[in-house]
């Protein structure tokens, strides 16, 4: 093999690596959403609401910090959830929640946690 075949298939094979890593990167997290479990009961003692800009845009990125664990709140096209404000701002702090949640965790690919639904106890 001459060296500018050397030098092609090592620069194929660099493509191949960074393209499957890129291709985790974004469908990990998009198929961890189908994991889904309920969360034992959890008192909320933080609520955060984060600005994230892109370029033109900014976004809103709700996490909430319990005593066990910390969740995040948002849009997730697997399990058909779209109401991120509307749960995020009904969550008090102090009290006591049952959570729905996806995901598997903080984790190299993944986000904290997706909480789904919340259900209050008393």
Same mark, same amino acid.
Do not use: H
């Given at each position: 093999?001459?060296?500018?075949?050397?030098?092609?298939?090592?620069? !194929?094979?660099?493509?191949? #690596?960074?393209?499957? /890593? &890129?291709?985790? *990167?974004?469908?990990?997290?998009? =198929?961890?959403?189908?994991?889904?479990?309920?969360?034992?009961?959890?008192?909320?003692?933080?609520?955060?609401?984060?600005?994230?800009?892109?370029?033109?845009?900014?976004?809103?990125?709700?996490?909430?910090?319990?005593? !066990?664990?910390?969740?995040? #709140?948002?849009?997730? /096209? &697997?399990?058909? *959830?779209?109401?991120?404000?509307? =749960?995020?701002?009904?969550?008090?702090?102090?009290?006591?929640?049952?959570?729905?949640?996806?995901?598997?965790?903080?984790?190299?690919?993944?986000?904290?946690?997706?909480?789904?639904?919340?259900?209050?106890?008393?």
């Amino acid at each position: 093999m001459s060296k500018t075949n050397l030098e092609a298939t090592g620069a !194929t094979i660099i493509l191949i #690596i960074v393209a499957v /890593l &890129a291709f985790c *990167k974004w469908a990990y997290p998009a =198929l961890d959403q189908n994991n889904t479990d309920t969360t034992a009961v959890v008192t909320i003692q933080d609520l955060q609401q984060q600005q994230v800009f892109r370029s033109s845009t900014t976004d809103f990125r709700y996490i909430v910090i319990c005593d !066990t664990e910390t969740f995040v #709140i948002k849009s997730s /096209l &697997a399990n058909w *959830k779209f109401n991120n404000s509307d =749960l995020f701002f009904r969550l008090e702090r102090g009290k006591k929640y049952r959570f729905r949640v996806a995901g598997s965790g903080k984790g190299f690919w993944t986000d904290y946690r997706n909480i789904l639904s919340a259900q209050k106890v008393e």
